[in-house]
């Protein structure tokens, strides 16, 4: 028999939330408390990492991570993934030669066989020989007359009928790595929450501080409409995103951090409507006006767009790191208006346009395109003092305490995991549990709830819906 134990989380971004789910799905009394009226209102994703590509200088490990989490977020959340491939090209002004790119996607390629033969139920990125497949310049220009040899040619029609061929190396390459939709994924998890008596979920509600009390559990003050209350809790965790160093701060653990503000740009392009696109990467070196540029599809004519440039999804000064005296790094306050105020509508402009026009260069007929509505933005953390650090999941710096700070979203399956080893040993949980789908709400619900999120945090409707199901896929029994 395991020990009762109430369980605070403080955050309800994809971490705080999906935190709630699971372990309130196990029994374990939670309270979630969250600032906003909703869940999964933080930072944005959209794009799923299965094996880190869009990242050439990041280590294979943690490419290999990201693969394997990857998996475990699908497998987790399937109602959230835009089954669609992503196609990267490297432009000829990049210094390194595609070529480059094959012994890692060769390895990535091997894992994903290898975690197919350990469980069948890993093969959701389809047949593991498709993980990846090149194009050479001579196959685009058939496909531009639909001369068709296997079906994930289909992705690459609008390609070769988009993209200024003369601009990119060859061989393209098409790679399983699909696009994520935070909308649903706030949508499906709420809608789960709701059905658990185990889950209190306490909305507009700011946690001002913590102290451990006589009894040594968490005391907390929280507040809500000017009122603040006090609870006590056996176990805490930490998921408030680029705010983990506040709580810090008041448990005086140890922390070493960084925080990025980026944002991504929502466009319109009417001719696009037309089409099913692939995500489409540009590679480029960070930082400079050449930075990496990232062309994501949603349905109905939107298209998301980053830049990594200064000038589009990069700040100057948007990086910043914890101190001595603080385990919160201070972001400017011209970002904090951002986040927790508004943007101007000429820095909306300014920076969308500049975003259509990098990304125009490699496909010209969406310099058509248009401003959809405000940026999906915010400031992402990183644990330790590597910027370029990709795959992080959970820290436990004092007993009875999980500090979560994950990088990518698909890092919170492990990251459950690992909190979940810590209350078995605490007592509070007697053994593992399987990772399977916790949200059984149907697809038309979701759409529904998703669609007025978009519309209570200003953004198209249009960005609720994802374009292909992929549930052929997932039904098939393997
Ligand atoms: C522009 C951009 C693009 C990105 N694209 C991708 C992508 O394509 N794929 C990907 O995997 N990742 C992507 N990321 C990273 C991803 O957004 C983050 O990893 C993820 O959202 C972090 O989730 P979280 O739950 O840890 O934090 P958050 O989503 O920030 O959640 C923290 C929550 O805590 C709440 N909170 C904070 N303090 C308190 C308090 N004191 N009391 C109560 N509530 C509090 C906040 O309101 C918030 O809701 C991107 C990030 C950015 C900035």
Redesign the pocket.
Known sequence: MSKKAKIAI????????STALYLSNLGLEVTL????SS???????????AGGNLYPDISDEQCIKLLKQSIDFLRFYPHVVDYRPTVIALPHYCSSNVENLFPRLKKLQKEYELLIEKDLNNRVLGESQDYYRLYTKEQILAIQNAEITHELDRWMIPVAKNIDLSKVQFPLILVQEYG?N?FRLGASVGLALDKIDKATIRFN????NIVKDSQNSWNIS?QKDEETKQESFDYLIN?????TG??DDFLDVPCKKMV?????YVTHWEEGKKTLFPEIIFHGERGTPEGMGQFTPYPNGYFQL?GMTNEI?LYKDGLVASTALSCQPQLKANFIEKIEKSWSSDEVEQRTNSAIKHLSKFIPSFSQATVGSKP??????IPGDDPSLRVAEVSFPTKKYAR???????S?IDMIEAIVGELIKLGYLDKHYNFEPMVDEKESDITKVAELICGERDYPKGLAHRSVLGLGLLSKKF
């Open positions: 403080v955050g309800g971004g994809v971490a705080g939330a408390f969250e600032r906003e869940l999964v209102n933080g930072p944005p994703f959209c794009h799923l990492h994520l935070l509600t700011t946690v001002t929280y998921a408030t995103g680029f705010r506040k709580i990025e503000f980026k944002a991504a980053h999804t999906l933005f915010g400031a992402q953390q979560c700070e994950i990088v990518k979203v698909s919170v």
